[in-house]
T-cell receptor
Framework: GENVEQHPSTLSVQEGDSAVIKCTYS??????FPWYKQELGKGPQLIID?????GEKKDQRIAVTLNKTAKHFSLHITETQPEDSAVYFC?????????????FGKGTHLIIQP | DSGVTQTPKHLITATGQRVTLRCSPR?????VYWYQQSLDQGLQFLIQ???????AKGNILERFSAQQFPDLHSELNLSSLELGDSALYFC????????????FGPGTRLTVL
């Protein structure tokens, strides 16, 4: 199955600054890359995703970039706010190009300092 | 609120016992996925059902099984429970048109004593 590595495990930024979280994947057949945000005591919430036919996607303060050649993708959050504090997970299809479950990275604990 | 519901919210049981976790997908979604989240293993894909049929298997133990019923709700059965099975269990759902876009429920926290 797919293997997803995520860095850093903890990221502390000042409110208003940008945050970047990076992930790499192993299966070149993977074609879908979602990002989830998980707050304490809640289930993961899909915040943005990108498919392999595009290089970048933006939604307000959140953007995701994909480099298929290097097999890595990144989440960018600009103008961070206290409510952005959470654990963020990247993911890729469990069996590469299949429409099945997801393999998740280990997560990044994002801390927004006031 | 994702529209995916899970019951119960918490479950405490003893080693060797069997439990059943229940999930109702978002209205119209045909696929249900089960995941386990623990400190050791992170968030792991267990199994997927699509319209009543098993579609894909992940890291699911032989002691665990699942099914999806005609009304599309799903149950995850965990048997011969061990201390290491203590974890959060999430259900997610997706529709045919939203290929891979999975929406997670609030989870069931299982504690095995």
């Amino acid at each position: 199955g797919e293997n997803v590595e995520q860095h850093p495990s903890t990221l502390s930024v000042q409110e208003g600054d940008s945050a970047v979280i990076k992930c790499t994947y192993s299966d070149s057949a993977s074609n879908y890359f979602p990002w989830y945000k998980q707050e304490l005591g809640k289930g993961p919430q899909l915040i943005i995703d990108i498919r392999s036919n595009v290089g970048e996607k933006k939604d307000q303060r959140i953007a995701v970039t994909l480099n298929k050649t290097a097999k890595h993708f990144s989440l960018h959050i600009t103008e961070t706010q206290p409510e952005d504090s959470a654990v963020y997970f990247c993911a890729a299809p469990y069996s590469g190009g299949g429409a099945d479950g997801l393999t998740f990275g280990k997560g990044t604990h994002l801390i927004i300092q006031p | 609120d994702s529209g995916v519901t899970q019951t119960p919210k918490h479950l405490i049981t003893a080693t060797g016992q069997r439990v059943t976790l229940r999930c109702s997908p978002r209205s119209g979604d045909l696929s249900v996925y089960w995941y386990q989240q623990s400190l050791d293993q992170g968030l792991q894909f267990l199994i997927q059902y699509y319209n009543g049929e098993e579609r894909a298997k992940g890291n699911i133990l032989e002691r665990f099984s699942a099914q999806q019923f005609p009304d599309l709700h799903s149950e995850l059965n965990l048997s011969s429970l061990e201390l290491g099975d203590s974890a959060l269990y999430f259900c997610a759902s997706s529709g045919l048109a939203t290929y891979n876009e999975q929406f997670f429920g609030p989870g069931t926290r299982l504690t095995v004593l």
